[in-house]
């Protein structure tokens, strides 16, 4: 089995200074953190746990732009632009969720968040279900 810095070895993370990669993390759970959030709402709202694959697509689909105004705070000279490209295709998001994708620390994450917003679905929707069978 390899070790964590053999997988992840010329991962673009590990381009950016210091600074960079703690502001990048503080991006990324600060994002993390408003999907998690958004899978308890879908899920206390009575909406169905198979709705988190597509709240995840659409996470998958605009968040490279939360990424790119990040990028051009700690990048002098990148050009205002919008990067959202093309949805995703269902290929590529179960290469995510499978961790089956490109070996980087950013596709890993994203496969964690997957599995974590389905989580907090699923104990959501537990959590309801024991609290009506409890009265």
Do not use: C, K, N
């Not at 810095?5 to 991006?27: H, I, K, N, P, W």
């Not at 490279?64 to 050009?79: A, D, K, N, R, W």
Request: charged fraction near 15%.
């Amino acid at each position: 089995m390899r070790g964590v810095g053999e997988v992840y070895r010329g991962d673009s993370f590990f381009t950016l200074s210091a600074l960079g990669q703690v502001g990048l993390a503080g991006v990324s759970l600060v994002l993390a953190a408003l999907m998690l959030l958004a899978s308890r709402r879908l899920a206390e709202r009575g909406w169905p746990a198979l709705l988190v694959p597509g709240l995840f697509w659409l996470f998958e689909w605009l968040s490279p732009q939360v990424y790119y105004l990040y990028y051009q705070s700690i990048f002098e000279g990148l050009p205002w632009q919008i990067v959202v490209g093309p949805m995703p295709l269902p290929g590529d998001i179960v290469a995510l969720m499978t961790f089956s994708g490109p070996a980087t620390l950013s596709a890993h994450g994203r496969g964690v968040l997957y599995w974590a917003m389905a989580a907090m679905a699923v104990w959501v929707l537990f959590r309801r279900r024991r609290s009506r069978h409890s009265r």
